[in-house]
């Protein structure tokens, strides 16, 4: 069964940092793409940031140059990097994947962690 797990999120002050880590159980993140997504209420879910299974990522228009998303094969991690945050990047922000190689229909989501960052 796939689970995956987020962690750390939290509040952040404008031109601030904040790492999220995601560890799913059932396989290895190198084998699927994984992804960043993120929700604020009324928006639809966007995607943040993708790793694919030969290591290319790739990021929304909206946090390229600011955010980094990279694994850890040895923990079976996937981290998000979130440097020079915005107000606008206060959101709900979920780990997934759809056990191929894009991340265009994720069918498996974490429950969701809150990143919210204050001017």
């Known amino acids: 069964q796939v689970e995956l797990v987020e962690s750390g999120g939290g509040s952040a002050q404008a031109g601030g940092s904040l790492r999220l880590s995601c560890t799913p159980s059932?396989?290895?993140?190198?084998?699927?793409?994984m992804g960043w997504f993120r929700q604020t209420p009324g928006k639809e879910r966007e995607g943040v940031a993708f790793?694919?299974?030969?290591?290319?990522?790739d990021y929304a228009d909206s946090v390229k140059g600011r955010f980094t998303i990279s694994r850890d094969t040895a923990k079976n991690t996937v981290t998000l990097e979130m440097n020079s945050l915005k107000s606008e990047d206060t959101a709900v922000y979920y780990c997934?994947?759809?056990?191929?190689?894009?991340?265009?229909?994720?069918?498996?989501w974490g429950r969701g962690t809150q990143v919210t960052v204050s001017s």
């Open positions: 790793i694919y299974r030969y290591g290319n990522t």
């Open positions: 059932g396989y290895p993140v190198s084998d699927y793409c």
């Open positions: 997934a994947t759809g056990l191929s190689l894009t991340c265009d229909h994720p069918s498996f």
